[in-house]
C-alpha cells in the first residue's frame, strides 16, 4: 500500500536528484549517518545551537553537514532549508520528543517511514487499541486506581526514555503518585524484558513475509535505568522513599540480550501481528520498530508498549548482532534505513516507504 507525500513535489524532488538523509543530532543519529555514508547518500545533521563536538570523535559517524537551530522548536521555520538539500527525515525517539508528534506529523519535508504511526504510537490509549485489536497480549489496565489489586507502573504518554513513570506495589502505595500529564496504570507484569528491533519492508521479496512485504529482526537489547533496576524494583523502591530519594526509570544504557531459539516463533508472531493490523488501521508501519515486552516464567510473551520507530537499544549494534549477522553482515538499523530508502529510489517505488 502506498503512503500518500505532502507536499507532491517533494516527491518529485526525491526521485529526480539523490537524497539527503537528516535527523535530530541525539539519540540514534550515530548509526544513521553512518548508513547513509555506507550506502553512498549525503547526511545532514539538526543540532540546537553550537555544532555538538562529539561528532568529531566518530568520523564514520559524522554528518556531512548541520543544520543549526535556536531551539529544536524552530525547525518548521526551516523546512525550506531542508527541502532544498533535498532531505528525507529519520524520526527517532528525541526528534520527535523535542519538537512534538503534532509539529513532527506536520512538516511538509519528507519522512521516512508513514508518519501516521506517530500518533498511534504517542497516544496510549490508540496504542492499546491497536495492539488489543491484533491479538497481542498485553498487561492489565486499570482505569479507577480503586480497581488496583497488585503491582502496577504508571507511564506517561509519549517518548520520554522512563522519565516519571512510577512504581506502585498495591493500591496503597499507588496513593504516591502525583500526575503530571496524560498517563495510563498498567498491570507491572514480573519477568525478564526484552526489546525486540524489527524491520518491515513493504518492498522486499523474501524472508518471514508479512502482508506485500517482510518482517525482519536485527536486534534485541534490555535497559539500564537510573537509580533502580529489575526484580527488586518493587521493594527498592519503598526503602528508596525513605531515604528522600525518588526512584526513577529514566534510561541510561542498553545491554544487548539473546533469546531463547524455541521462543523466536512467538515473537515474531506478535511482531507480524502488529504490522498486519498497522496496515489495515492506517497504511501500515515502514522501517523500523520495537516491540517492548515481557517474557514471564510461564513462557508467555506480554508486550507493554511499541516504538514505532528506530530506539537507543540499536547502537549496540553498528556492527550487527547476533540476529542481523545471519540477515546480512555489518547490518545495523541505520544501514537498513538507508538500504531500504537505496533499493526504494531504484524501484521507483519512494512513495511506499516516504509520507
Excluded at 523535542?98 to 508513514?114: C, R, S, T
Excluded at 526503602?239 to 545491554?255: D, M
Excluded at 502488529?274 to 522501517?287: A, D, H, K, N, P
Excluded at 547476533?322 to 530508502?341: C, F, H, K, N, T
Aim: aromatic share 10%.
Amino acid at each position: 500500500m502506498g503512503i500518500e507525500l505532502s507536499p507532491p513535489s517533494n516527491y518529485q524532488r526525491l526521485a529526480d536528484a539523490p537524497p539527503t538523509i537528516a535527523t535530530l543530532c541525539s539519540h540514534s543519529s550515530l548509526q544513521i549517518f553512518h548508513g547513509a555514508r555506507t550506502e553512498g547518500f549525503q547526511s545532514l545533521g539538526i543540532c540546537q545551537g553550537p555544532l555538538p563536538r562529539f561528532y568529531e570523535a566518530f568520523p564514520l559517524g559524522r554528518p556531512d553537514r548541520f543544520l543549526s537551530v535556536d531551539r529544536y522548536s524552530d525547525l518548521p521555520g526551516r523546512v525550506d532549508e531542508l527541502n532544498r538539500a533535498n532531505a528525507i527525515l529519520v524520526p527517532h525517539g528525541s526528534f520527535v520528543e523535542y519538537i512534538g508528534p503534532e509539529k513532527f506529523q506536520a512538516l511538509p519535508v519528507p519522512v521516512f517511514g508513514n508518519r501516521a504511526v506517530i500518533g498511534w504510537e504517542s497516544d496510549r490509549e490508540k496504542e492499546r487499541v491497536w495492539l488489543e485489536s491484533a491479538g497481542v497480549r498485553m498487561p492489565e489496565r486499570f482505569v479507577d486506581p480503586s480497581e488496583v489489586d497488585g503491582p502496577v507502573i504508571v507511564k506517561y504518554y509519549g517518548a520520554k526514555g522512563g522519565k516519571g513513570f512510577f512504581l506502585a506495589k498495591n493500591r496503597e502505595s499507588l496513593r504516591e503518585f502525583r500526575a503530571t500529564g496524560p498517563h495510563v496504570i498498567q498491570e507491572y507484569v514480573l519477568g525478564t524484558r526484552y526489546y525486540v528491533h524489527f524491520f518491515y519492508s513493504p518492498i522486499s521479496q523474501g524472508g518471514y513475509r508479512v502482508g506485500h512485504g517482510s518482517l525482519e529482526l536485527l536486534g534485541m537489547d534490555r535497559r539500564d535505568e537510573a537509580n533502580i533496576d529489575e526484580l527488586y524494583k518493587l521493594g527498592a523502591q519503598e526503602e528508596l522513599l525513605k531515604a528522600g530519594i525518588r526512584p526513577t526509570f529514566v534510561v541510561t544504557g542498553n545491554v544487548p540480550v539473546v533469546l531463547r531459539e524455541s521462543l523466536l516463533p512467538q515473537v515474531f508472531d506478535v511482531g507480524a501481528r502488529i504490522v498486519t493490523r498497522s496496515i489495515e488501521l492506517f497504511g501500515g508501519m515502514v522501517g523500523p520498530f520495537c516491540v517492548e515486552g515481557i517474557m514471564t516464567e510461564e513462557l508467555v510473551f506480554k508486550v507493554f508498549e511499541i516504538s514505532s520507530r528506530i530506539v537507543a537499544g540499536t547502537n549496540l549494534f553498528i556492527s550487527g548482532s547476533s540476529y542481523s549477522d545471519l540477515v546480512r553482515p555489518d547490518l545495523s538499523m541505520g544501514r537498513r534505513i538507508a538500504q531500504e530508502l537505496k533499493l526504494a529510489r531504484e524501484l521507483g517505488r519512494l512513495g511506499e516507504v516516504v509520507s
